[in-house]
């Protein structure tokens, strides 16, 4: 019972309608091969729903006696990279315990590719691609795109390529790669200040709630309280949400009440203090300027402008930059 809320799969309004697009895109681009970008915020979800279109749209077959293969491959990127790693994280998305470290570059690519065209590789998906947009990438951004672009004009692959924002610049610098890009699938999270995003975060955060009291919970707090608290924490993001509720349930162990003093230790158990934000669960008056901050602070990290709507957003963008 304790891994009730562990690992489950996040669906809510924002998530769907990202779902949705991104398989309207990969079926649209699916004859000639393209790229489906999915850009957002740490945490806002994208590695579970690449994870998600990959049980869904992937199809899997015998490869040998002891291994089956998937035409959906899913990796990621690890930090710093170069181009024979950027190529090597696409050939482990296929083969994870591949071995490029004694291959040249162009080696590793022609790997690469032979192995799209044998296993018969239809979707290719690598995650965090944004560090190739990070100053400690060892090659220039226009190397790395014109290696996506390449990929897809001599295998026809669709290539999701998933990762934070500021990736978008290194689509919107290559031409060629643009022109063979969809429309970039965007998952952000829900702003407090506006009213459809507000009521679909209470949507989504709601039924978490329900399911504990219907596998035997009292929730002892007050609910409406704690989902603005749990807003603030997360600054919008369903994940974090789940992940807080998920701590709490672990360390209170068998005891079936919740109290507001548990979601408090799971709080300051499992979330990072911020300089500029105070602690949302310890705050006696809180209001919705300091939820305003939170939302502000995640799309300033994830270098996302926000239009302020209202007087108070403004004001709270305005503390984040210390103006």
Request: proline residues 4%; hydrophobic residues 40%.
């Amino acid at each position: 019972m304790n891994d009730l809320l562990f690992g489950k799969r996040i669906e809510h309004e924002r998530y769907t309608a990202a779902y949705e697009e991104m398989c309207e895109r990969i079926s649209l681009c699916a004859d000639k091969g393209g790229v489906v970008p999915l850009l957002g915020p740490t945490r806002s979800g994208k590695s579970e729903l690449l994870r998600h279109l990959r049980n869904d749209l992937g199809h899997w077959r015998r490869l040998n006696m002891v291994a089956d293969t998937c035409d959906f491959a899913l990796g990621s990127l690890a930090p710093k990279p170069s181009e024979k790693t950027l190529l090597g994280a696409l050939l482990s998305t296929i083969e994870p315990r591949a071995n490029f470290s004694r291959e040249s570059t162009e080696l590793v690519r022609k790997r690469l590719i032979k192995l799209i065209e044998d296993r018969k590789i239809r979707i290719l998906a690598l995650d965090e691609v944004s560090h190739c947009a990070e100053r400690g990438a060892n090659f220039p951004p226009r190397s790395a795109t014109d290696h996506f672009k390449s990929l897809i004009d001599e295998t026809g692959v669709v290539l999701i390529l998933s990762g934070l924002p500021k990736f978008q610049k290194l689509i919107d610098d290559n031409e060629q790669l643009r022109d063979r890009a969809m429309r970039t699938v965007t998952l952000h999270p829900y702003a407090w200040g506006d009213d459809a995003d507000r009521e679909a975060f209470l949507g989504a955060v709601y039924p978490f709630f329900d399911l504990l009291e219907e596998n035997g919970y009292t929730l002892d707090f007050d609910q409406a309280d704690a989902i603005r608290r749990l807003y603030g924490a997360s600054g919008g993001r369903i994940g974090p949400v789940v992940r807080l509720l998920s701590h709490c349930i672990r360390l209170i162990g068998d005891r079936k009440a919740v109290e507001f003093s548990d979601l408090l230790k799971a709080y300051r158990a499992c979330t990072q203090a911020q300089s500029n934000l105070p602690d949302i669960f310890e705050l006696e008056d809180l209001d919705d300027f300091h939820l305003e901050c939170a939302y502000a602070s995640v799309m300033k990290d994830a270098d996302l402008a926000v239009a302020p709507t209202r007087l108070q957003q403004f004001c709270a963008q305005k503390s984040l930059v210390g103006e």
